[in-house]
Nanobody
């Protein structure tokens, strides 16, 4: 079992920045690949970014490439998502998730946090 708790969401103006954190507890964090997903009202949950257990491999969804950066600190059992140049279309609940392998598919992930709201005003 892995417990995940997101934080860092909030209200920001377009063009601003936020950094999300995901604190993990339970089984060894460093053995899991991690992902960030988001879900806007009335839409399906979508992939944002993922990172391998070592941090050596990362994947990004096209809409966030060049603006978002995923990273992890295995000593602190924490996953991060630095979000720059935010746009109103980035507004969503953001979730972190853990999986045994790197994947873009939400269904592949075994453990999920409760989510944190990000709202970008125009």
């Amino acid at each position: 079992q892995v417990q995940l708790v997101e934080s860092g969401g909030g209200l920001v103006q377009a063009g601003g920045s936020l950094r999300l954190s995901c604190a993990a507890s339970g089984r060894t964090f460093s053995s899991y690949s991690m992902g960030w997903f988001r879900q806007a009202p009335g839409k399906e949950r979508e992939f944002v970014a993922a990172i391998s257990w070592s941090g050596g491999n990362t994947i990004y969804a096209d809409p966030v490439k060049g603006r978002f950066t995923i990273s992890r600190d295995n000593h602190k059992n924490t996953l991060y998502l630095q979000m720059n140049s935010l746009k109103p279309e980035d507004t969503a609940v953001y979730y972190c998730a853990a999986n045994t392998y790197l994947s873009l598919a939400p269904g592949a992930y075994d453990y999920w946090g409760q989510g944190t709201q990000v709202t970008v005003s125009s």
